[in-house]
């Protein structure tokens, strides 16, 4: 057996049936967020507006811009692009599977201590890892780097229920390659 050394900063984990809907703006008021980026993928879009709703309502609104353009392997163009879309923006909020939080990480890599909060609606498991991949000329490369690890996830059951059958197993196995990826 070969001998190793990990390190990771901890994470602020919040689980439950409905956690996106009572605790989001909970932890975003926690975190003296005053303007937030939700991302998402296109399909998920639904979903980043049902958030920047809930963020945006009653007296303690705060500022929401969206992305939902987030892709697999997370092109650097499209990193440029939700960096161009989050003005003053001062924390990231990734709705969705890996691609999604994929592009948070990858923003996070170059805005060193943005809080990233990350709902995942997929088992894949990348919000727990410290790597993420970047396409660029259609080459992917990886970085590791414990900076780019989400503060908070927010796991919330509601979100996988509906999941297709196809879809559960992909991001099954998935989450066993970043279980591996990980060490």
Do not use: W
Not at 71 to 85: K, L, N, Y
Not at 103 to 114: D, F, Q, T, V
Not at 150 to 170: E, N, Q, R, S
């Amino acid at each position: 057996m070969r001998s190793f050394q990990h390190e990771s900063k901890p994470a602020r984990v919040i689980f439950g049936n409905g956690t996106l809907q009572s605790k989001l703006k909970e932890e975003v008021q926690r975190l003296g967020v005053r303007h937030a980026l939700v991302l998402s993928t296109g399909f998920q879009a639904d979903l980043a507006q049902e958030a920047a709703k809930l963020l945006g309502e009653g007296d303690t609104a705060i500022k929401v811009s969206m992305y939902t353009n987030a892709t697999m392997h997370t092109p650097i163009e499209v990193t440029e692009e939700a960096m161009s879309s989050m003005g003053d923006a001062d924390c990231l909020i990734a709705l969705g599977g890996g691609s999604t939080t994929g592009l948070s990480k990858a923003i996070a890599l170059r805005r060193p201590g943005m809080p990233q909060i990350v709902v995942p609606t997929t088992y894949a498991g990348s919000e727990a890892t410290s790597v993420v991949g970047q396409t660029e000329n259609r080459k992917k490369t990886t970085v590791k780097s414990k900076d780019i690890l989400p503060g908070t996830i927010i796991y919330d059951v509601g979100l996988t229920l509906t999941l297709p059958a196809t879809m559960t197993c992909t991001s099954g196995l998935n989450a066993i390659a970043h279980a591996v990826e990980g060490l």
